[in-house]
């Protein structure tokens, strides 16, 4: 009997466990009521009497062994429970990374909220072109320099086909397919035959705007751009109107606003000027209205084209046009998106 005890305080000793079934195990073999050292302690009744104290001793130390064995193993294995539990249920939960919009879908977006709340609507129109909506019908004489401003890129050797090099083609479409009051603003991508530099690129964004209903005059189109620039960079925004010239309207004007880059002490993107065109305008010349089959005695109208790069240049005081086409997550993730 006594070599039977010292042989299972050796097994007790030796016994490793990792599984909850393997603690079990170790229970039931050694100390539950039809385990090994129960069965001993039956065994040890019928021992003779002058043994009984020696093997009494080894047989208690086995059992204070075994039962000191089970706590160990079963802490063991709480704590190794433990780490792999679920953490505390009331902490918030970590946030989802889902992206953010781009800055130039964020300032469109902002761009659109202004004018319609001015009742504008929104319109869209195709990036591929024929010569009559990009040019023709907005009033570029045939053969004239002025289409020489826009570097176009033409699709194939016909050269009706080309990437439109403004949105004012969707005012055309516009026009020549309902009838006014109009007011509508048209986003969109443009494209031109430009060297990419940290002012240009050779595709860009623009709103283009068009108001066009009886009665309408520049005074409208300056009070509706005092507007948008006052919502959009706030109140203290300075604005100008230079004159200019676009084929298609007649009186016609740039937009500048002070550089919120530089605040006006000069930079890269305001060429050391203090301020920032963001548009062009005017009141819509009436070829391009009787193109359209408008009637220009009746109606009158106001057109603006405007960058949309250059207004989220001002709005998040960025520096280099190129950021916005690079696709650099560090760039693009400092833009936050509420939803
Ligand atoms: N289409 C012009 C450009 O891309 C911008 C422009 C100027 C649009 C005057 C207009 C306008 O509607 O009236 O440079």
């Given at each position: 009997m006594e070599e039977r005890i010292q042989q299972l305080l050796k097994e007790v000793q030796e016994y490793t466990a990792t599984s909850r079934d393997a603690v079990e195990n170790f229970r039931l073999k050694f100390i539950s009521k039809k385990g090994a050292i129960p069965e001993l302690f039956d065994e040890l009744k019928r021992v003779p009497a002058e043994e009984k104290k020696k093997v009494g001793k080894i047989l208690n130390e086995l059992k204070q062994s075994a039962e000191a064995k089970f706590a160990v193993l079963t802490s063991a294995l709480e704590s190794q429970v433990k780490d792999l539990s679920i953490p505390d249920l009331t902490l918030p939960t970590i946030p989802n990374k889902i992206g953010n919009l781009h800055p130039l879908t964020l300032t469109r977006n902002r761009i659109i909220e202004i004018f319609e709340r001015l009742g504008f609507n929104v319109a869209d129109g195709p990036e591929i072109e024929d010569d009559w909506h990009n040019f023709t019908a907005l009033n570029?004489?045939?053969?004239?320099?002025?289409?020489?401003?826009q570097d176009t890129f033409f699709i194939?050797?016909?050269?009706?086909?080309?990437?439109?090099?403004?949105?004012?083609n969707v005012q055309i479409r516009l026009m020549t397919h309902e009838k006014p009051p109009l007011r509508a603003i048209m986003p969109g991508r443009v494209y031109r035959n430009e060297a990419i530099s940290a002012r240009a690129h050779c595709f860009f964004h623009q709103v283009e705007g068009l108001y066009v209903d009886r009665n309408v005059g520049f005074v409208d189109l300056k009070q509706t751009l005092y507007h948008f620039a006052k919502e959009m960079f706030g109140k203290d925004i300075q604005i100008r109107f230079r004159p200019s010239f676009f084929p298609f309207t007649e009186p016609s004007a740039e937009i500048d606003i002070t550089c919120l880059i530089c605040k006006g002490t000069g930079c890269n993107v305001c060429k050391y000027s203090g301020w920032v065109e963001i548009a062009g305008s005017g009141m819509v010349h009436p070829n391009v209205l009787r193109n359209c089959n408008i009637d220009p005695e009746e109606f009158t109208g106001f057109a603006f084209g405007m960058g949309i790069e250059r207004v989220a240049m001002l709005r998040y005081q960025i520096n280099d046009l190129r950021l916005f086409s690079e696709n650099d997550v560090r760039f693009l993730k400092q833009f936050h998106t509420v939803i």
């Open positions: 570029f004489p045939e053969n004239h320099p002025a289409r020489e401003m194939s050797k016909n050269p009706d086909v080309l990437l439109r090099t403004h949105t004012s």
